[in-house]
Structures are given as C-alpha cells and as structure tokens.
C-alpha cells in the first residue's frame, strides 16, 4: 500500500479465520488505519492483491462492514442514532432510500438495544456523548449482520460503560462466526479479550494468539 508512491505497508501475508476477534496493534504510523483501509478500496495498492471473503471486495460489499476512525464521520449531520443503525440494514438489504420502513427500523432498533443505546434512539447523533457515538455506529454494523467486521478505534473517546457494551457486541459477533478485526491501542484489553493480535510495523506484520504476541517480549 502507498501514498503519492511512498509505500506505507510492504511485505503484507495477512488471512484472519472466520469466528475470530483480532486485534491490529503496532505504534502511530505503523499502517493499521492503511490496512483495514486498503480492504476496502479506500487507498491504492502498489503491488499485490487484496482478497476479502475470498474474493474481491466489490463482490462482497455488502457483507464487510466498516467503521471508520472518529475524526472522519460528520457529527453535525442531522440524523438520528436510528437512522444511523437503520443504515446498516439498508446495506444488508441492498436499499439506500426509504430506511423508514418499519422492518428496517426494528432491525436497527435492536441493534441499538444490544450496545445499550435503545433509549437514545430518537436523539441526534451531534448530541450525543462521544461514547454513545460510538455505540451507534458499532450498532450500525451490527445491523448490517455482516460476515467480515473491520473496525479502526472502536473503543476511542469512549467511557468504560461504553467500551464495555461495545466489547460484549464484538464477541456477541464473534461467538456468531463473524470475524472482527479492531485498531486497537489499548495492548491490555486486546491480550486479555481477543482472540488474536496482529502486531504492524517494521515493514511487516506478526500475527498469533493475542497473549503471545502481545508478551513482555514482542512488545517494547
């Protein structure tokens, strides 16, 4: 992967079985953003291929759901924590107008519910917490009922109660056979709650069991 021809990520040999929550750790700069980024057709690949699901991503857009960091959604947009969570049902169904359907709002209304943001429902999303924002947009994915989750800092600017339901959404996912791969800065949480660790940097990637990747001795 590259920028303006400046590669970012070399020497990438990355597959993630399915029913598995990865962490994707490594210092500022590393390329995690890049990597979940170049999955999904977001930046240019300077050499290689990249497969998703077995295929490419195009051909299974509907099935790989991705939230991005923070700092790159519109919190000002005038819309619903609803509408947000119903926008995942529309990719699923294949239906970007009309998510006030009914079918589409009790879908989304339930995911809301598992992320303990039922309540909230009707609030805009610019006023929320940025921990509840969070927990919208997880419940987002989670209405997409994806096969493939890639999730770049879930758990930033969240409280503990938030990066707590957003924790047990992840598992809940990955206990139902989805795979979930989450940015992730805190080592801590993904040695003791995550099933693997992809470590990035030094131009390329280690990946194992989250507790031995993320021993004294992998970790500076």
Partial sequence: MAYD????????????????LVGIVGPNGAGKSTLLQACVGLVPIAAGTVRVLGTSFDRVRA????LPQRERIDWDFPIRALDVAAMGACARHGRWFGWGGRGLREEARTALAAVGMADLADRPIGKLSGGQQQRVFVARALAQRARLFLMDEPFASVDAASGQAILAALKSLRDAGATVAVVHHDLAMVRD????????GEDALRIGPAADI?????VP
């Fill in 214 to 218: 993320l021993s004294s001795a992998h």
């Fill in 63 to 66: 099935s790989v759901a991705y």
């Fill in 193 to 200: 709650h995550f099933d693997l660790a992809v470590r990035v």
């Fill in 5 to 20: 021809r400046r590669p970012v990520l070399r020497g990438v040999d990355l597959d993630l079985p399915a029913g598995s």
